[in-house]
T-cell receptor, first 112, second 115 residues
């Protein structure tokens, strides 16, 4: 079983739609959680951290359920510029450092 | 542009050759990470430095791989006797030591193709 599992997609949605991505993680000792965005042939960039209380940043809402080991990302009013791969990431503090474990990513294509 | 730079951006080599990649982190960042990403997969952790000390290595990092950060600033990743399976994007990230929410900033990566 992979440590972080995501549906690879692609999710093809029309502009303006709401889309949700889900992710599960296997290591219950994971301590912090993130969504990263990666454009084609570019480096990953932090989109947002994920907290148990849920957090929102503009059109993006992230949620964490520790009991179910489940993370979600909701994008409202999707834009063409949201087209990218969204990586679910969990952090296991180890040796003093923050070792990020990435899912395979979910590809989003927003269309006119 | 996050401020993390990597060189070269692309490298094509023949199987059996040695290659070396360089990463320059954001100047005040004391932590530096190397990851590897293959097509269709997320990045995988390889190794991590705090200042000049290499504190953890993944089992993915075979004996053919070595990484250094001699002065606690830039880092190099060397692959000896390259194999076709080494073809991947090698990503470097840096961060300022913090808590669990510290942000890792990634460089543009070095794309390696082993023929």
């Amino acid at each position: 079983r992979k440590e972080v599992e995501q549906d690879p997609g692609p999710f093809n949605v029309p502009e303006g739609a709401t889309v949700a991505f889900n992710c599960t993680y296997s290591n219950s000792a994971s301590q912090s959680f993130f969504w990263y965005r990666q454009d084609c042939r570019k480096e990953p960039k932090l989109l947002m951290s994920v907290y148990s209380s849920g957090n929102e940043d503009g059109r993006f809402t992230a949620q964490l359920n520790r009991a179910s080991q489940y993370i979600s990302l909701l994008i409202r009013d999707s834009k063409l510029s949201d087209s990218a791969t969204y990586l679910c990431v969990v952090n296991l503090l180890t040796g003093g450092g923050n070792k990020l474990t990435f899912g395979t990513g979910t590809q989003l294509k927003v269309e006119l | 542009d996050t401020g993390v730079s990597q060189d070269p951006r692309h490298k094509i080599t023949k199987r059996g050759q040695n290659v070396t990649f360089r990463c320059d982190p954001i100047s005040e960042h004391n932590r530096l990470y190397w990851y590897r990403q293959t097509l269709g997969q997320g990045p995988e952790f390889l190794t991590y430095f705090q200042n000049e000390a290499q504190l953890e290595k993944s089992r993915l990092l075979s004996d053919r791989f070595s990484a250094e950060r001699p002065k606690g600033s830039f880092s190099t990743l060397e692959i000896q006797r390259t194999e076709q399976g080494d073809s991947a994007m090698y990503l470097c990230a840096s961060s300022l030591k913090g808590g669990l929410q510290e942000t890792q900033y990634f460089g543009p990566g070095t794309r390696l193709l082993v023929l």
